[in-house]
């Protein structure tokens, strides 16, 4: 039978043999994968693994500093990359969401070319691919929905690089990945986390994307998550979010009138994200957290709660 324990003795052991002395490059994004791989690989090669940990200024509001701090701590060798600017510049004028993802994508294939060059004698690339990634981009090379949104967590990387790939969980689903880093010592808050897509809040800015508008969307996901965690919500939500709606709406504040923006809040139940459905928050809850966003986030109006499934519905509205 499969106990992580076992996993991790063996697999620290075959990449021991594997890669020997030689030095391996990891993108850190913060999400449970990334980071248990990374953890397996220092066990194994130590400050032979060289993790590389990008800002695209799409992610959650402190995460970055908050993340790398994590990073460090866990005795990583992990080089932080602020290309917040680099990014916004691609999105600049963007509106529709593949074209987002392709822009992000690109951005994210050059700033991480340019540092791992930096690097010096890196020969393997080493990536968090687990195994229903493995299932989707097998499916997105012919299947209809391969389509339907390009994530672009599989083999996004440029030929250039010339890397050897390691995949330590690839043979592994979600939930083993969770028992291996509580088997190596992962906190169980790092374990928890939600899921969170790669090009961020990119693809919950409905429409064109401006710094104002990552502003906004970040004071009021942080007023979301937050309030989950101190309800004790949050690890009975499997993925939770807010979209900024590219739709202003009348209100009023004081006797002024007001027409500002409306967020979305959604919050899901699933087991891999094939499928979803929205969960039923507690009416107080929902009430406090919609009085604290448009009490607190200047440009916000309006609220509402997302109450479809998928299918037909995505988790994401881009
Ligand atoms: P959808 O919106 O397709 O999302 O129901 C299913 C899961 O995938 C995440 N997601 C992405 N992750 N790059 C990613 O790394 C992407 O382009 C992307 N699009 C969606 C989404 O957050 C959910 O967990």
């Not at 994508?105 to 229903?132: C, H, M």
């Not at 966003?293 to 997302?306: A, E, L, Q, T």
Request: glycine share 10%; proline share 4%; charged share 25%.
């Amino acid at each position: 039978t499969w106990t992580p324990d076992a996993f991790v003795e063996t697999t620290v052991a075959a990449l021991k043999s594997k890669i020997g002395d030689d030095r391996v490059i990891l993108g850190l994004s913060g999400g449970v994968d990334s980071t248990v791989a990374a953890t397996l690989l220092h066990k194994a090669i130590g400050e032979n693994l060289h993790c590389i940990f990008v800002n695209n200024g799409l992610l959650r509001k402190n995460e970055y500093t908050d993340v790398l701090k994590q990073y460090e701590g866990l005795g990583l060798n992990v080089k932080g990359v602020d290309a917040s600017a680099r990014f916004l510049d691609a999105l600049e004028g963007e509106s529709d969401p593949e074209a987002k993802r392709k822009a992000i994508g690109r951005v994210f294939v050059e700033v991480f070319d340019d540092e791992s060059k930096l690097v010096e004698n890196a020969t393997w690339l080493a990536q968090g691919t687990i195994y229903p990634d493995v299932i989707e981009s097998v499916s997105a090379t012919g299947g209809p929905s391969a389509t339907i949104k390009s994530h672009h967590n599989v083999g996004g990387l440029p030929d250039y690089m010339k890397l050897k790939v390691v995949e330590p969980l690839r043979m592994i689903f979600k939930d083993e990945v969770r028992r291996v880093g509580a088997s190596i010592g992962l906190s169980a808050e790092l374990l928890g986390r939600h899921p969170f897509p790669g090009p961020g809040l990119a693809i919950r800015i409905l429409g064109d994307i401006t710094p104002e508008k990552v502003r906004i969307l970040q004071e009021v996901d942080h007023i979301f998550i937050n309030g989950l965690r101190e309800w004790g919500l949050y690890d009975s939500v499997w993925q939770a979010g807010a979209m900024l709606l590219p739709v202003n709406s009348v209100g009023v504040m004081g006797d002024e009138r007001t027409y500002e923006k409306c967020v979305a809040l959604r919050a899901v139940e699933s087991t891999d994200g094939m499928t979803a459905d929205w969960v039923h928050l507690p009416y107080e809850f929902m009430q406090k957290v919609s009085n604290d966003i448009i009490n607190k986030v200047k440009g916000v109006n309006r609220v509402v709660y997302d109450i479809s499934s998928k299918p037909p519905a995505t988790i994401e509205w881009e």
